[in-house]
């Protein structure tokens, strides 16, 4: 399946995107988006392999509440001084207030610009655009989400779905150019924290600690620190 229009009306293709798997759904929406983040990268020089990662995780491939009724891809809450469209919307508290757009497009360069024009994000401008990993780690850092594992969480995307080739990168980075503290463990289809404990020899309650973890709740791709 191709969904030919990379900034259609996200009601048009809810119905049809619903009906796939999620890792074909995250297909389709790299396929979609990929030649928008490059011109974003182009322009402002966030790697798109981020950006993509981003806008997966954020906008659940696109079939998130937020995304459908308001095309923000990115979860940018409105913040001092927006003035554009605004829509109510369930986060870290009840009804907060998020950016609203009339295209995808629109919010994919509000993206660009929230990240180039806000001091907090500097130092990521002075890392290498295919860096994904310090980059997904200095997000983290500089604060733009609250999830401890938001960082580990934009790896495993840029490195499933191969997003570092839209970089200009031909392989992911290496494994020994890693720091010693990222090495972690992708939860698949049938792990429990017990399972993946005794794999690794380590207790439960180690890895709740090392993660952060509020529940023994886990998810299909979801990074888990080893060390």
């Known amino acids: 399946m191709c969904i030919r229009d990379r900034d259609t009306t996200p009601k048009k293709t809810a119905k049809k995107l619903a009906a796939l798997d999620v890792h074909t759904r995250m297909k389709v929406y790299v ?6 983040a490059q011109k974003e990268m182009k322009k ?10 981003q806008g997966l995780l954020e906008s659940q491939a696109g079939m998130g509440e937020l995304a459908l009724k308001s095309n923000n891809h ?8 927006w003035r554009g469209a605004r829509v109510s919307h369930d986060d870290d508290a009840k009804g907060e207030c998020f950016r609203k757009y009339k295209k995808v497009a629109q919010s994919y360069r509000d993206h660009s610009e929230f990240l180039r024009n806000r001091g907090r994000y500097s130092d990521l401008f002075r890392m290498k655009k295919t860096d994904y990993i ?3 780690h200095g997000l ?4 733009y989400a609250t999830d401890p594992q938001y960082a580990y969480k934009l790896i495993s995307l840029i490195e499933r779905y191969e997003l570092w080739q839209f970089d200009g990168s ?4 290496k494994k020994s150019k890693r720091s010693k503290q990222e090495q972690t463990y992708v939860v698949k289809q049938g792990d429990t924290l017990y399972s993946i404990a005794k794999k690794f020899k380590l207790t439960v309650d180690k890895i709740v600690t090392l993660n952060s973890l509020n529940s023994t709740d886990l998810a299909i791709g979801q ?5």
């Not at 396929?31 to 928008?36: N, P, R, W």
């Not at 990074?223 to 060390?227: D, E, I, R, S, Y």
């Open 31 to 36: 396929l979609q988006y990929a030649e928008m």
């Open 44 to 53: 402002y020089g966030i790697p798109a392999s981020i950006t993509l990662a």
């Open 74 to 81: 990115f979860g940018i809450k409105c913040h001092k001084g």
């Open 134 to 136: 310090s980059w997904a």
């Open 140 to 143: 983290k850092k500089a604060g």
């Open 170 to 173: 031909k392989a992911p980075l």
């Open 223 to 227: 990074q888990l620190k080893l060390k």
